[in-house]
């Protein structure tokens, strides 16, 4: 068993909500047949862009906790593990090492438009997106106007998803993340879909949620964002922990970094 559902306070003070205990994701890349035009073509090319059967350390040996009511930022360029990290928190993936032990219910928004089915109305993915994430249909019901409401989709929720823009998935997508009272939440970068209006709405909602104490891990590449509102932010590189502290310390770490780089590939 690899993720332990707490229920109970270990009595030490401020419990963690979620801690990572030396955990790492390998993925293998399966050998698998073509299943676009395009890919026929790199593969008659043989322009293969990695290795079937490459294995690949999504993270690496990653230890933190996450105390109760605290919001964590994870920064880091793409393919760091940002979004793996969260995935396995949410029990989406299993590690492969290591433990996940979390307390509280849990509810996220990782990928825009996971959880919803594109042939089914709004009004129906939100009971379905509602059910993934554990909830009753009767707990549904109640929450319906609300999350409606917050999405300001109330013209559309009868309307298949399929013709919903990106911007109005994310919209129904943190509705329903949000509205259902968690008490540990996952957020990735999906909010930088939404225009400026629908982006500054779901910051007060965080804010909110912060105030009745919400556990938070936050995966975003506005670095502003992060330092006004998250407790700490934790940088990660290559399925590494790079950095795990104050912000403004942690983003100024990997804004040198970015530099570092930028610098050494200047011609
Ligand atoms: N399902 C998967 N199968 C194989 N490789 C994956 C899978 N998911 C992620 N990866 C790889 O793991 C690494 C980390 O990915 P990800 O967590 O999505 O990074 P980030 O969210 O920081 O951009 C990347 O190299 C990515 O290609
Ligand atoms: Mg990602």
Known sequence: MDRIIRTEDSGQGVSAAIEFQNVSKKFVLRPGRPTSIQEMVINSLKLRLRNPGEELWALKDISFAVGQGETVGIIGPNGSGKSTLLKVASGIYEPTAGKITFSG????????????????????????????????????????????????????????????????????????????????????????????????????????????????????????????????????????IQELGEPEFVVGRYLDDVAGHEKATAI
């Open 105 to 240: 219910r849990m509810s996220s928004l990782l990928e825009l438009g996971a959880g919803f089915h594109p042939d089914l109305t709004g009004r129906e993915n939100v009971y379905l997106y509602g059910s993934i994430l554990g909830l009753s249909r009767k707990h549904i019901n109640r929450r319906f106007g609300e999350i409606v409401g917050f999405a300001e989709l109330d013209r559309f929720i009868d309307m298949p998803a399929k013709y919903y823009s990106s911007g109005m998935y994310v919209r129904l997508g943190f509705a329903v993340a949000t509205q259902v009272d968690p008490e540990i939440l996952l957020i990735d970068e999906v909010l930088a879909v939404g225009d400026e209006y629908f982006q500054r709405k779901c910051l007060k909602k965080i804010e909110d949620l912060q105030r009745l104490g919400v556990t938070i891990l936050l995966v975003s590449h506005n670095l502003t964002t992060v330092q006004n509102l998250c407790c700490r932010a934790l940088w990660l590189d290559k399925g590494m």
